[in-house]
């Protein structure tokens, strides 16, 4: 009997150590460290670059740019459609173009991917009472799409004016199964131009769109059902603690070559973890394998300890996005420019930039990305200047008349202290620069107060009721080569629209009003430059830099960077166990 228990201890652990030297007998299952929970995964009410990293597995759109080349690929379609002139008819003068789905390209249910759900998407985003605000300033631009009457997968875009982002706009977008999303077909019965802000007050007063709209804005359709065409489906979601995607069986683009469509992880869970000491620990114990945003610190920390230098990757690729803190140009004391321009100068960038970036990025000074060609070179960052803050505090009236350090000014018959507050959420940058600010400003008569708050909250209690001097925040952008400019336009400072400063100005939105109708690369260069030029001079926000990512991937997985956010691409990592780190 004891030889027997011998050999079978000996057979179990051959067969322990052999799987545990196999990558296939591994399980593949990947582990990313999110820095907070993303609230929703609904990209078409909710682009938030932290809900991105996870969504984009699970909804794909029409088209979208390859992480390598940068160029737009198809996904859902057959081929990037030409830009067709309409010359006769009631759309004389617009533009359209012919979209036709993939064959191949279903739902999870087995049903095809159709026109039909691409004009179900649409109306779903151009309902008013949706909230899809940020989709619909460019979706609105949609004039009309006309299904194919002999073929689903086909379909025409139809713009009635000219647009310089058409081609974007109705390809670079999400698209929804509607079966899924609307099973009692209820947008089917409105023609798509019903869904007009115009309308606005007629569909309010439709109770089954009231309805729909409800369901659709609601958790059930961002947290507890979630389908899409992507190579992984959602399968759990514990709020603040992780969620969970699984590899779909037999996935309809799982032989093809373009990027998104891979299966690479069996299972992709992401785990929810905000304090980075943490974060970083269960990186060192082998818990999580991808980890963003690190710290300038653990980032070269970790890239020369002599032990886990060997057993990660490191990448610090461009991103398109940048720090930036924003202004209510409406609040009584933030409406004058002066004291918005001396707020600049009260920020150290360039030393935030060396001290917790390790120089690892790009000083900004408008909207556009310093990568960009439309990005206006001209323009100086603004430099760190106490002196002429105060000059600029001083010109705009304020002065300490009871010597108490802090400058006051009389506004509407009551005398007021130049105190102003930043809202921060619970990120480190944020409270080092809210800090920074703090001490700078004092030197200039002002009192800076910090406030620590949830993000979801700042957005939902502050900046969409404009109830906020500052916050600390991030401007993404995108690949595309002419930037939507809406944010900064007047029309869009409302609750759900995206200019969240309430910035207005008559010539920034003439500039912006004749970007969008411009034809001539060359001429729209100079529109970009002139608009940067305009806002710059206006300050409505006080624009940093532009940062590097800092990625570290364990090797266990052979990865990649790319440029397009958030900067890797987890569906394309092939597992290659721990023996990657011998």
């Given at each position: 009997m004891r030889h027997i228990g011998i050999v079978l201890f000996t057979l179990l652990a051959v067969l322990f150590f052999s799987c545990k030297g196999d990558p296939e007998k591994q399980e593949a299952v990947l582990h990313i460290r999110l820095k907070k929970d993303p609230e929703r995964i609904n990209p078409l009410i909710f682009p938030n670059p932290t809900a991105r990293e996870v969504y984009q597995y699970i909804h794909l759109p029409v088209a979208d740019y390859n992480p390598e080349s940068l160029t737009l690929e198809p996904i859902l379609i057959k081929a990037i459609p030409t830009e067709m002139a309409i010359d006769t008819g009631k759309y004389k003068g617009g533009i359209a173009f012919d979209l036709e789905f993939s064959d191949q390209a279903t739902w999870d249910n087995g049903s095809p991917i159709t026109a039909d759900d691409y004009i179900f998407t649409l109306k779903t985003v151009n309902l008013p009472m949706t909230n899809a605000g940020r989709y619909r300033d460019l979706t609105q631009n949609i004039t009309d799409v006309i299904p194919n009457p002999t073929d689903k997968k086909k379909c025409r875009v139809i713009f009635a004016k000219d647009y310089m982002l058409a081609l974007e706009t109705c390809i670079n977008i999400e698209v929804y199964p509607q079966y899924f999303y609307d099973s009692l077909n209820v947008l089917k019965n409105y023609a798509f131009n019903t869904f007009t802000e115009g309308n606005i007050k007629a569909l309010s007063a439709d109770s089954i769109l009231?309805?729909?709209?409800?369901?659709?804005?609601?958790?059930?359709?961002?947290?507890?059902?979630?389908?899409?065409?992507?190579p992984y489906k959602f399968v759990s979601w514990t709020a603040d603690q992780n969620l969970v995607l699984q590899k779909k069986e037999n996935y309809w683009g799982k032989n093809l070559s373009t990027p998104i469509l891979k299966q690479g992880p069996e299972k992709i869970i992401f785990q929810i973890i905000p304090d980075e000491t943490a974060a970083v620990s269960q990186l060192k114990a082998g818990t999580i394998d991808v980890m963003t945003e690190v710290s300038g610190d653990n980032y070269t920390s970790l890239e020369k300890d002599d032990?886990?230098?060997?057993?990660?990757?490191?990448?610090?690729?461009?991103?398109?996005?940048?720090?930036?803190?924003?202004?209510?140009?409406?609040?009584?004391?933030?409406?004058?420019?002066?004291?918005?321009?001396?707020?600049?100068?009260?920020?150290?960038?360039?030393?935030?930039?060396?001290?917790?970036?390790?120089?690892?990025?790009?000083?900004?000074?408008?909207?556009?990305?310093?990568?960009?060609?439309?990005f206006n070179k001209n323009l100086v960052p603004v430099p760190y200047d106490v002196e002429q803050a105060k000059s600029l505090i001083s010109e705009a009236g304020w002065t300490d008349s009871n010597n108490d350090g802090i400058a006051d000014k009389k506004i509407n018959g009551k005398m007021q202290n130049l105190e102003l507050e930043i809202l921060i959420s619970g990120q480190e940058l944020g409270k080092k620069l809210a800090l920074l600010l703090q001490e700078n400003a004092a030197k200039a008569g002002v009192k800076i107060i910090i406030t620590g708050k949830d993000f979801k909250l700042i957005r939902a209690e502050n900046v969409k009721t404009r109830k906020y001097q500052m916050v600390a925040s991030v401007l993404s952008q995108d690949l595309q080569t002419w930037d939507d400019m809406s944010k900064w336009h007047s029309e869009n400072d409302t609750p759900d629209g995206s200019n969240e400063m309430s910035y207005r100005s008559s010539a920034?939105?003439?500039?912006?009003?004749?970007?969008l109708l411009t034809k001539d690369d060359a001429k729209r260069v100079e529109?970009?430059?002139k608009i940067q030029e305009q806002i710059y001079n206006d300050q409505p926000a006080i624009f940093m830099y532009a940062p590097e990512e800092r990625i570290v991937i364990s090797?266990?997985?052979?990865?990649?960077?790319?440029v397009k956010r958030p900067g890797y691409l987890a569906n394309t990592f092939e597992f290659v166990g721990v023996a990657a780190n011998k």
């Amino acid at each position: 009997m004891r030889h027997i228990g011998i050999v079978l201890f000996t057979l179990l652990a051959v067969l322990f150590f052999s799987c545990k030297g196999d990558p296939e007998k591994q399980e593949a299952v990947l582990h990313i460290r999110l820095k907070k929970d993303p609230e929703r995964i609904n990209p078409l009410i909710f682009p938030n670059p932290t809900a991105r990293e996870v969504y984009q597995y699970i909804h794909l759109p029409v088209a979208d740019y390859n992480p390598e080349s940068l160029t737009l690929e198809p996904i859902l379609i057959k081929a990037i459609p030409t830009e067709m002139a309409i010359d006769t008819g009631k759309y004389k003068g617009g533009i359209a173009f012919d979209l036709e789905f993939s064959d191949q390209a279903t739902w999870d249910n087995g049903s095809p991917i159709t026109a039909d759900d691409y004009i179900f998407t649409l109306k779903t985003v151009n309902l008013p009472m949706t909230n899809a605000g940020r989709y619909r300033d460019l979706t609105q631009n949609i004039t009309d799409v006309i299904p194919n009457p002999t073929d689903k997968k086909k379909c025409r875009v139809i713009f009635a004016k000219d647009y310089m982002l058409a081609l974007e706009t109705c390809i670079n977008i999400e698209v929804y199964p509607q079966y899924f999303y609307d099973s009692l077909n209820v947008l089917k019965n409105y023609a798509f131009n019903t869904f007009t802000e115009g309308n606005i007050k007629a569909l309010s007063a439709d109770s089954i769109l009231v309805r729909f709209a409800d369901a659709f804005n609601s958790n059930i359709y961002s947290r507890e059902k979630i389908s899409g065409s992507g190579p992984y489906k959602f399968v759990s979601w514990t709020a603040d603690q992780n969620l969970v995607l699984q590899k779909k069986e037999n996935y309809w683009g799982k032989n093809l070559s373009t990027p998104i469509l891979k299966q690479g992880p069996e299972k992709i869970i992401f785990q929810i973890i905000p304090d980075e000491t943490a974060a970083v620990s269960q990186l060192k114990a082998g818990t999580i394998d991808v980890m963003t945003e690190v710290s300038g610190d653990n980032y070269t920390s970790l890239e020369k300890d002599d032990v886990f230098g060997k057993q990660f990757s490191f990448y610090h690729p461009a991103l398109i996005k940048q720090y930036y803190v924003i202004l209510n140009n409406q609040d009584p004391i933030l409406k004058d420019e002066k004291i918005r321009k001396a707020l600049a100068h009260l920020l150290d960038v360039q030393s935030i930039l060396d001290n917790l970036e390790g120089g690892k990025g790009i000083r900004t000074v408008a909207p556009i990305h310093p990568l960009k060609k439309t990005f206006n070179k001209n323009l100086v960052p603004v430099p760190y200047d106490v002196e002429q803050a105060k000059s600029l505090i001083s010109e705009a009236g304020w002065t300490d008349s009871n010597n108490d350090g802090i400058a006051d000014k009389k506004i509407n018959g009551k005398m007021q202290n130049l105190e102003l507050e930043i809202l921060i959420s619970g990120q480190e940058l944020g409270k080092k620069l809210a800090l920074l600010l703090q001490e700078n400003a004092a030197k200039a008569g002002v009192k800076i107060i910090i406030t620590g708050k949830d993000f979801k909250l700042i957005r939902a209690e502050n900046v969409k009721t404009r109830k906020y001097q500052m916050v600390a925040s991030v401007l993404s952008q995108d690949l595309q080569t002419w930037d939507d400019m809406s944010k900064w336009h007047s029309e869009n400072d409302t609750p759900d629209g995206s200019n969240e400063m309430s910035y207005r100005s008559s010539a920034a939105d003439a500039l912006i009003d004749q970007i969008l109708l411009t034809k001539d690369d060359a001429k729209r260069v100079e529109l970009y430059q002139k608009i940067q030029e305009q806002i710059y001079n206006d300050q409505p926000a006080i624009f940093m830099y532009a940062p590097e990512e800092r990625i570290v991937i364990s090797k266990k997985w052979k990865s990649s960077a790319t440029v397009k956010r958030p900067g890797y691409l987890a569906n394309t990592f092939e597992f290659v166990g721990v023996a990657a780190n011998k």
